[in-house]
């Protein structure tokens, strides 16, 4: 194999939700709006909080204080600049902590900088540069391509073809790695190559071929170095 550039997906293949952090995450909102009269449990929080991240992941919000917004519409609680204030003091003491890298994730990133241009290509909600900036991983990137910054997600072609463009290569130049295989579908789909990293529990989400067979495949993000 000889590549040039290694296009990355981010959720379940870098990174994966840390329960823990996200709870305590979840328990802060709570008691802010609480504060603020919401009666809700943290059951209904935490699907309303998922519904409002899923609707903002094609620029549907422009920034973050829109998304709180929407959020807090969709609670029924009536917005008031103290209460956006500390809802966005929450996210910037707690989201973070409700990610975790997977093991070797900063080892194999160094080794793969060091013979390759990366980008890092994902469907992610409002606010993730800033987690991405937080985990550590930003310096590692030629590019870093979030679906709700250039409004498309994956599989569409146009979000690996702004990550070609970027990093100034062609389809035959590079190869995508990722958890889930609707977006390898769409990878190979732009001339690509494939890196399947069964480690998520969504490889089948959303895939268009069940039987769908990637160019190469292992179970771990530190595995991917056998074929890289």
């Known amino acids: 194999m000889s ?3 290694v296009l990355i997906d981010f959720g379940d293949t870098l990174v994966h939700v840390d329960k823990e952090g996200n709870r305590r995450y979840e328990e802060a909102l709570l008691s802010t709006v609480r ?9 209904d929080l935490s699907s ?25 519409t969709k609670l029924g609680i009536p917005e008031q600049t103290a209460l956006l204030e500390d809802l966005e003091e929450v996210r910037s003491n707690h989201a973070v902590a409700a990610f975790k890298l997977y093991d070797g ?21 409002i606010g993730m540069r800033d987690i991405i900036d937080a985990l550590g991983l930003a310096g590692y990137f030629s590019c870093i391509i979030l679906s709700y910054e250039v409004r498309v997600r994956k599989p ?8 070609l463009k970027k990093l100034n290569l062609e389809p035959h130049e ?27 529990s969504l490889t089948f989400h959303e ?3 069940q039987n769908f067979k990637p160019d190469y495949q292992c179970n771990s993000i530190s595995k991917t170095t056998k074929f890289l």
């Not at 620029?59 to 973050?64: A, D, I, S, T």
């Not at 994730?105 to 909600?125: G, H």
């Not at 590079?174 to 001339?191: N, Q, T």
């Open 207 to 209: 895939a268009g071929d």
């Open 156 to 163: 569409n072609r146009l979000i690996y073809l702004e990550a």
């Open 174 to 200: 590079c190869i995508f790695v990722a958890d889930e295989i609707s977006d390898l579908e769409g990878a190979r789909a732009v001339g690509l190559k494939t890196l399947l990293v069964r480690q998520g």
């Open 48 to 72: 309303i909080l998922a519904g409002a991240y899923g609707n903002s992941t094609k620029g549907e919000v422009k920034n973050l204080q829109e998304f709180w917004k929407l959020f807090l």
């Open 35 to 43: 504060k603020y009269g919401h009666q809700g449990n943290l059951g």
């Open 105 to 125: 994730v900063f080892s194999i990133l160094s080794n793969l900088q060091r013979k390759y241009k990366l980008a890092l290509v994902s469907n992610c909600t």
């Open 3 to 5: 590549f040039k550039g």
